[in-house]
């Protein structure tokens, strides 16, 4: 059974600052959602490209059989002490050894209306 697929690709990584003077009450934030469907638990391996830098790659991550894995781009501990800044562009890639469902979402608080903006990368 086909439930997914094992490279996913995520281009338009970007935490946006809070507009300047702003009054909102709600965090600026990008949540990554992994689902393994899968009986058996799905190794992956992030990797991070930057505009200015070199790419920072095979951040491991487990899913458990059967799961979901929800993080947000500011989590380090998952990241592996990596920090995505606010207001830093970045493409995130994720491979797995099983097949996985990878979906990005961003919380945009730069504006006086929030935005919220979901969606599924690119998969091979």
């Known amino acids: 059974m086909m439930n997914g697929k094992k490279n996913w690709y995520i281009v ?11 009054d909102s009450c ?3 934030h ?10 058996v638990e799905a190794h992956v391996l992030i990797d991070v490209y930057f505009e200015d830098r070199d790419p920072v790659v095979g951040i491991p991550v487990t899913i458990p ?6 993080f947000r781009s500011d989590d380090v501990d998952i990241l592996n002490g990596l920090k995505l ?11 797995s050894d099983v097949e996985i469902v990878v979906q990005y979402g961003r919380c945009d608080v ?12 690119y998969s091979e």
């Open 12 to 22: 338009d990584g970007y935490r946006p600052p809070l507009q300047s003077g702003g």
């Open 26 to 28: 709600y965090e600026g």
């Open 30 to 39: 990008e949540s990554f959602m992994v689902l393994n469907c899968n009986e």
């Open 65 to 70: 059989a059967k799961r979901i894995k929800a």
């Open 85 to 95: 800044a606010v207001g830093q562009q970045y493409s995130i890639v994720f491979r």
């Open 110 to 121: 730069a504006q006086a209306n929030l935005a919220y903006m979901a969606l599924m990368g």
